[in-house]
């Protein structure tokens, strides 16, 4: 397995956690490192659907954080990656404390990717578990020209 330069991580956690999406949950990547990313989400009740728990919608979301961003320390520079496909099991609701995300790769292949990743509350208990086909394509724009464009300069080095 590769070594992530910190560097790159903390560079990365930078840019993802100053996104307006994540802002806005609000969620907030704690650590990246080779194939693994953790969330963190404070429960708010702007995150509530009409019957005082958590929105399933707010699980989703950041369960594929959580993989997305664990990719980010593994895909080759110059290569671009979405989601194409995420399953969600919502196990148990929420209405108050911390959410905690753990993604994981699974499987890094040549186009297709796989993740998994689990969602618990503060006492550790399950609440969601996630799958995650993560696409790997030229067609769409590399992560470190997306990060310069948005204004955020060249990364550090991926690797050490």
């Known amino acids: 397995m590769?070594?992530?330069?910190?560097?790159?991580?903390?560079?990365?956690?930078?840019?993802?956690?100053?996104?307006?999406?994540?802002?806005?949950l609000p969620m907030k990547i704690i650590e990246l490192d080779y194939g693994y990313c953790k969330v963190e989400t404070e429960i708010t009740d702007k995150l509530y659907n009409p019957f005082g728990s958590v929105?399933?919608?707010?699980?989703?979301?950041?369960?594929?954080?959580?993989?997305?961003?664990?990719?980010?320390?593994?895909?080759?520079d110059g290569q671009g990656f979405t989601?194409?496909?995420?399953?969600?099991s919502h196990l148990a609701g929420i209405k108050e404390g911390k959410i905690i995300a753990e993604g994981k790769q699974v499987k890094i292949g040549r186009t297709i990717c796989l993740a998994e990743s689990t969602l618990k509350d503060e006492k550790g208990k399950l609440l969601a578990h996630g799958t995650s086909k993560i696409l790997i394509t030229n067609a769409l724009q590399p992560?470190?020209?997306?990060?310069?464009?948005?204004?955020?300069?060249?990364?550090?080095?991926?690797?050490l």
């Not at 070594?3 to 806005?24: F, S, W």
């Not at 929105?55 to 080759?76: N, P, Q």
């Open 143 to 159: 992560l470190e020209q997306a990060v310069a464009k948005a204004g955020f300069g060249m990364l550090p080095p991926k690797f």
């Open 2 to 24: 590769k070594k992530i330069n910190p560097e790159y991580a903390q560079a990365i956690m930078k840019v993802a956690n100053t996104g307006p999406y994540l802002r806005l």
């Open 55 to 76: 929105h399933g919608g707010v699980f989703s979301s950041v369960l594929d954080t959580a993989t997305f961003w664990a990719f980010a320390c593994c895909i080759e």
């Open 83 to 88: 989601t194409i496909d995420l399953q969600v």
